[in-house]
């Protein structure tokens, strides 16, 4: 049972989750001389840890409240905060403190000014909450702070740093328009929904970091101006995005210094940097998915372009973004990936005839790596897996073209001897005439045959050689 006790003797009970001796604390600095006097389930209560969702209507919580702010007493430790909170346009010059209160409904911060520090650490808002046009003059941070609804930063200025640390965005979170001077940092934050970024400002002192951050949609960048630097950092247990579902776009953003931008240990797609300058980005331990089935990896990146509605000259701004890619990855020496990239570039329009290129190139990257296909391998046009080392087209077009007339050297030899020996064995009597002739004819017709296709190769080769140029 409760204790009967006058109200001065008893102790505000805060919170189930408080132990004793942070109780006491929370007593001397939160409740102060406030009456214990409200019964909530068999505990006793100030009005400003009541858990009543109705005590703004029940009991003086909204004239407490409105004389600590007035006279800059801002400590609201497992404060709960019932009802509509209009705290906007106030100016908070002490440090504010809101670890572990609780918002059960809108909670607004639109216009007000922080100049010192303030914690929103393990604050739950049941509700949308709203800092809009808010100023932070010093560090801000949200460690396991938990946003049941909507969120919106839009429009704010963030001068100090700014720490989400494990905290939860249930629904879209925005940052449109704000203008960031220093650190903002999601270190293994949860966005559920949209978190957007659209038309906001990184000055040139910025520093934007999402670390093992989990997106479940969309991170929008688009008309946003990025001076400062920004930093996508994955793990091999979280890399950040999935697909296009939880994709970042910068479509329309402009990037001061495309140096700054940094993707390390994360899974992309190439089809989400179409009309993005990423030739400075550093891309680091990045995961490509499905990139080694070129065809079919080129459909699904137009595929996606056509969903985006990105439908003038899909295939030509497909093209120039893996050129980027391919002289990022050269100038990094990354040459895996830049080989790769030219193959993607080159393969993005080309016709099935023009693909016939991939036995020629494989050869050439055999000869390139330090690995000599066998004499047997050439005389029987073997179907080479492609190693993953580094080799121009333009370097090696000599001796890849003296393979060829080494390949088709040897296989003329052998129709040659095939037709020798039909004419040998004619003239001992063990061939007819008609097998003669129709060997003969069949050698021959191979002959012609064989040097066309020798040409054409060389011809697709050399066509190759000249596209190269482009990179």
């Known amino acids: 049972m409760p204790s009967q006790h006058p109200t001065t003797e008893r102790r505000c009970f805060v919170h189930e989750s408080s132990d004793t001796v942070l109780k006491h604390l929370y007593n001397t600095t939160v409740c102060q001389d406030l009456p214990v006097e409200h019964e909530y389930e068999d505990n006793w209560y100030c009005v400003l840890h009541l858990p009543d969702d109705l005590k703004h209507q029940t009991t003086d919580f909204i004239h407490v409240l409105n004389s600590r702010l007035e006279r800059q007493d801002s400590n609201f430790d497992y404060v709960y905060f019932s009802g509509p909170v209009h705290l906007g346009t106030y100016n908070f010059t002490s440090t504010v403190d809101f670890t572990n209160a609780t918002f059960t409904s809108l909670a607004n911060f639109d216009n007000a000014t922080f100049f010192e520090k303030v914690k929103f650490n393990k604050t739950t808002f049941n509700s949308f909450v ?28 963030f001068k100090g740093d700014i720490y989400f640390l494990s905290s939860n965005f249930n629904r879209q979170c925005s940052f449109y328009k704000a203008k960031f001077f220093g650190s903002v940092k999601f270190l293994r934050t949860e966005f559920n929904d949209f978190v957007v970024f659209s038309n906001a400002v990184f000055e040139e002192q910025s520093l934007i970091i999402f670390w093992e951050t989990k997106f479940l949609s969309h991170t929008l960048f688009g008309g946003s101006i990025i001076k400062g630097d920004l930093n996508f950092i994955g793990s091999p247990r979280n890399k950040l995005f999935e697909g296009d579902h939880n994709a970042p776009q910068f479509l329309w953003s402009k990037i001061a210094n495309t140096g700054k931008v940094t993707f390390e240990e994360v899974l992309l797609y190439p089809r989400w940097f179409v009309d993005v300058d990423i030739s400075k980005f550093n891309f680091t331990r990045i995961e490509w998915k499905n990139i080694d089935d070129i065809d079919r990896f080129i459909k699904e990146e137009l595929e996606s372009l056509k969903k985006r509605e990105i439908t003038h000259q899909p295939i030509e701004m497909l093209k120039t973004t893996y050129k980027q890619f391919a002289l ?40 390139g790596a330090g690995k000599k296909p066998t004499f047997l391998q050439l005389v029987l046009h073997w179907d080479f897996k492609t190693p993953q080392k580094s080799f121009s087209l333009r370097n090696g077009f000599y001796t890849f073209v003296g393979a060829l007339f080494i390949i088709s050297f040897v296989r003329l030899i052998i129709a040659g001897l095939i037709t020798q020996l039909c004419f040998s064995l004619h003239i001992n009597g063990r061939v007819s005439d008609d097998i003669t002739v129709a060997v003969n004819l069949v050698c021959s017709i191979y002959f012609i045959l064989e040097l066309a296709d020798l040409y054409n190769k060389i011809r697709i080769a050399y066509s190759a050689k000249i596209m190269e140029r482009s990179f």
Do not use: C, I, P, W
């Not at 080159?346 to 036995?359: Q, V």
């Open 328 to 367: 990022n990855a050269v100038e990094n020496e990354r040459h895996s990936e830049a080989l790769m990239f030219r193959r993607l570039a080159a393969n993005a329009d080309l016709s099935g005839a023009e693909k016939k290129l991939t036995f020629l190139q494989s050869v050439a990257d055999l000869y």
């Open 130 to 157: 709203s800092f809009e046009k808010t100023t932070f003059l010093s560090d801000a941070k949200f460690e396991q702070t938990d946003f049941k609804k909507g969120s919106s930063f839009d429009k704010s200025t």
